[in-house]
């Protein structure tokens, strides 16, 4: 009878007091664990390299015994038989096509200038066939008073003002209110040069004519021989056609000059008085 031996083991309970404090293992900082890695990763490499060489190695063998395969020498080329001479081939340069030609544009007549009709000069109105002025009272009845000083400035501004003309014989009246006075000139003719009948036959003209409307305070009017005014005796009238102001009694100035030679005459008239002669003149 065979005889199991029995062998009993008594179990220790290790306590941690028992264990000695240096056999307390350290954990590994991030560092070494990394340094390790690679270096069993670079070993595991080297191995497998080692091991794939030796596998190379062991195939050589059977590929030295395999025949190199015949070349025929007639597909040699010598050294000498080269041609090392090579022959540059440059493409036909194609020239480029030639412009299609321009049809140059029909020149465009330039229409013909049209000539501008000439100015039509108005024709001047020609002078009323009047009667002659009729008896305005004796000559020696003229009511003027000359003056030694001529106020020259004062109506060559009123006359420059108003765009007047000049000439041979020329006779200018000024006053100083908002009246209508009117010049009249009788002409040697006979002829009454005024407001209804502006030029006369002679040549004589009106030019300025004022305050029909009682406009302005400081009127001019103007009667002219531009050249070759008839010789004789000339007759200077004034006649205070409205009232426009309060002032009824109106003060004037008459100027005459013939051939650049002024002389000036002075006088008044109401709205109620006939036309008054100024003053007369010859002219040779």
């Known amino acids: 009878?065979?005889?199991?031996?029995?062998?009993?083991?008594?179990?220790?309970?290790?306590?941690?007091?028992?264990?000695?404090?240096?056999?307390?293992?350290?954990p590994m900082d991030p560092i070494s664990a990394t340094v390790l890695a690679t270096l069993g990763i670079g070993s595991?490499?080297?191995?497998?390299?080692?091991?794939?060489?030796?596998?190379?190695?062991?195939?050589?063998?059977?590929?030295?015994?395999?025949?190199a395969p015949d070349i025929d020498k007639s597909l040699r080329r010598t050294r000498g038989g080269l041609n090392r001479s090579i022959t540059l081939s440059a493409a036909p340069v194609q020239e480029p096509p030639e412009p299609a030609p321009v049809e140059e544009p029909e020149p465009v007549e330039e229409p013909e200038p049209v000539e501008e009709p000439e100015p039509v000069e108005e024709p001047e109105p020609e002078p009323l066939d009047l009667p002659s002025a009729p008896d305005l009272g004796d000559e020696e009845e003229v009511i003027g008073e000359e003056v030694e000083e001529v106020q020259e400035d004062l109506f060559a501004e009123r006359l420059g003002r108003e765009g007047a003309k000049t000439g041979e014989v020329q006779i200018s009246l000024i006053w100083f209110n908002k009246n209508d006075l009117d010049l009249s000139v009788v002409c040697p003719s006979g002829e009454r040069i005024s407001f209804d009948n502006k030029i006369s036959n002679c040549g004589g003209r009106l030019d300025i004519d004022m305050n029909e409307s009682g406009k302005s305070d400081e009127p001019v009017e103007n009667v002219f021989w531009e050249k070759d005014a008839p010789k004789g005796r000339y007759r200077v009238f004034v006649e205070h056609f409205e009232k426009h102001d309060s002032t009824d009694v109106t003060e004037f100035s008459i100027l005459v000059t013939v051939d650049g030679e002024p002389r000036e005459f002075k006088g008044q008239i109401s709205n109620k008085d006939p036309p008054q002669e100024v003053c007369f003149f010859d002219v040779e």
Do not use: C, K, W
């Open 1 to 26: 009878m065979n005889r199991t031996r029995m062998v009993y083991f008594q179990s220790r309970t290790t306590r941690n007091e028992d264990i000695p404090r240096h056999a307390t293992s350290t």
């Open 44 to 67: 595991a490499q080297g191995v497998y390299r080692i091991l794939r060489g030796d596998a190379r190695r062991a195939m050589l063998p059977s590929m030295a015994s395999i025949p």
